[in-house]
């Protein structure tokens, strides 16, 4: 049962649910503090209504600008991240394959 656990944590689909789940996280996290921010900045403004809607948009239009440039980083990096995992199984199990035969060929002799 022990390596049937190990055999799942390695499968690709487990990978991809995990970073999904961590970039939804990140995106709602960001989200979360951008509205926060925005409320407190309506709240303790204190300019005219025309003057607070013009810094809100010029703030907000900085502010999605930011959240889509670290959710691309998160999004690379999440990539990356991945692509090394599978390489480095890809390796492990080469690594394997190539012992096993060694040991299947000696037991020939």
């Known amino acids: 049962m022990n390596d049937q656990t190990s055999e799942d944590d390695l499968r690709p689909s487990r990978l991809r649910a995990f970073l999904a789940g961590m970039l939804f996280g990140a995106l709602v996290g960001l989200l979360l503090g951008s509205l926060i921010g925005a409320g407190a900045m309506l709240l303790l403004a204190p300019r005219a209504g025309k003057q607070t809607r013009a810094k809100i948009q010029k703030?907000?239009?900085?502010?999605?600008?930011?959240?889509?440039e670290r959710m691309d980083d998160l999004v690379t990096d999440a990539g990356d991240r991945a692509h090394q995992f599978t390489d480095s199984v890809q390796k492990g199990v080469d690594d394997l394959q190539r012992h096993a035969q060694d040991m299947f060929d000696e037991s020939k002799n």
Do not use: E, M, V
């Open 59 to 68: 703030q907000s239009t900085k502010l999605r600008h930011q959240a889509t």
